[in-house]
């Protein structure tokens, strides 16, 4: 069993070496992310190195987390942090206060979406999407459809001179 384990492991290092000096693909993919320069995000106790992690984990909270239900305190904070430091009027949003953050299927777009119950009871939606790429720049696939401000959708296949 252990010659098994350490065969498997000696694979998977060789899997990731590459030919240029055998820097592993995991290894420069990391570097590329951190070099921005720019230090961790914490938001709450939770830190982040790149836009990509923070999406991603936010991504993951909201597609496993059970709808209708509180979240609980510690993402409670992480996601507080987000919207007090990702969204563009972030006092507006809390109001007098958020009393609970769940996940819900959103009314109008029949998907997951996440929601802030303020203390007067009164819920509304915010995009994590927006607030992540607020505090640190997503890469242009992973922005929102219409981000460069012009109102439209972005892409598409309606109008231009091609159509198949």
């Not at 979240?71 to 919207?83: A, P, S």
């Not at 119950?117 to 696939?141: G, M, N, Q, T, W």
Request: some cysteine; charged content about 35%; overall charge negative.
């Amino acid at each position: 069993m252990e010659v098994e384990a350490a065969e498997k492991r000696d694979r998977e290092k060789t899997e990731e070496e590459t030919e240029d000096g055998g820097e592993s693909k995991k290894q420069k993919v990391g570097e590329e992310e951190k070099s921005n320069g720019s230090d961790p995000v914490k938001l709450g106790p939770k830190e982040f190195v790149t836009s990509v992690a923070m999406f991603d984990y936010f991504t993951k909270f909201m597609h496993f987390w059970p709808t209708d239900l509180d979240v609980n305190k510690y993402e409670h904070t992480v996601l507080l942090d987000l919207i007090k430091k990702g969204h563009s009027e972030p006092d507006a949003k809390i109001g007098g206060g958020i009393k609970a953050f769940q996940v819900r299927t959103h009314p109008m777009w029949k998907s997951r979406c996440f929601f802030l119950v303020r203390e007067d009871d009164s819920a509304d939606d915010f995009s994590y999407r927006k607030c992540v790429d607020h505090i640190l720049p997503l890469p242009e696939s992973m922005k929102t459809p219409g981000h460069n401000g012009n109102g439209h959708g972005g892409g598409g296949r309606r109008g231009g001179r091609f159509r198949r």
